[in-house]
């Protein structure tokens, strides 16, 4: 028994695996999609708007409400998912929002001073605020007034 595991040990160290075979050169590796090499193995990927499958080499379309590579990116498009490109994401973020998934804030008050010279500016998620400075009262969210304009 002893001798055995001896001689099978030697054998397994005994062998040259040192030559790496590309298995993406036969049938793309089997991958529906991308094929990557590397030394001792490769990885299936798919292409943007796809997801990998469970069995690592097909490709599935992004499911709804998500897009780009591995579908990672969630849809937060301003009207529906129907204007959410699978490859691409949103055409138009809900406003107050940027960014490819549309989860970045917009600094309004760093964009263009929206308040006006009578208020200050304070930046908030999604939107932002107009606080009037001391002499001057709010007229509307934008627009403060001084006493002597109301
Ligand atoms: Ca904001």
């Known amino acids: 028994m002893y001798l055995f595991i001896y001689v099978s040990i030697t054998v397994n160290y005994g062998q040259l695996c040192?030559?790496?075979?590309?298995?993406?050169?036969?049938?793309?590796?089997?991958?529906?999609?991308?094929?990557?090499?590397f030394d001792g193995g490769f990885n299936c990927s798919c292409s943007e708007g796809f997801k990998l499958m469970n069995d690592k080499k097909?490709?599935?379309?992004?499911?709804?409400?998500?897009?780009?590579?591995?579908?990672l990116h969630d849809c937060s498009c301003?009207?529906?998912?129907?204007?959410?490109?699978?490859?691409?994401?949103?055409?138009?973020?809900?406003?107050?929002?940027?960014?490819a998934d549309c989860h970045e804030d917009i600094d309004e008050c760093t964009d263009n001073?929206?308040?006006?010279?009578?208020?200050?500016?304070?930046n908030t998620v999604g939107t932002?605020?107009?606080v009037c400075s001391?002499?001057?009262?709010?007229?509307?969210?934008t627009t403060c007034h001084g006493m002597e304009q109301q």
């Not at 959410?84 to 107050?96: L, Q, S």
């Not at 001391?134 to 969210?141: K, L, R």
Request: aromatic share 6%; hydrophobic share 20%; glycine share 14%.
């Open 58 to 71: 097909g490709c599935k379309p992004c499911p709804s409400g998500t897009w780009g590579k591995d579908c």
């Open 113 to 122: 001073n929206p308040c006006g010279d009578n208020a200050n500016c304070t």
């Open 18 to 37: 040192i030559t790496d075979i590309d298995e993406c050169l036969t049938n793309t590796g089997g991958c529906a999609h991308i094929c990557t090499n």
């Open 78 to 99: 301003r009207d529906s998912d129907t204007e959410c490109n699978v490859t691409t994401g949103c055409a138009e973020c809900p406003a107050g929002f940027q960014g």
């Open 128 to 130: 932002f605020k107009c």
């Open 134 to 141: 001391g002499g001057f009262t709010q007229y509307n969210a």
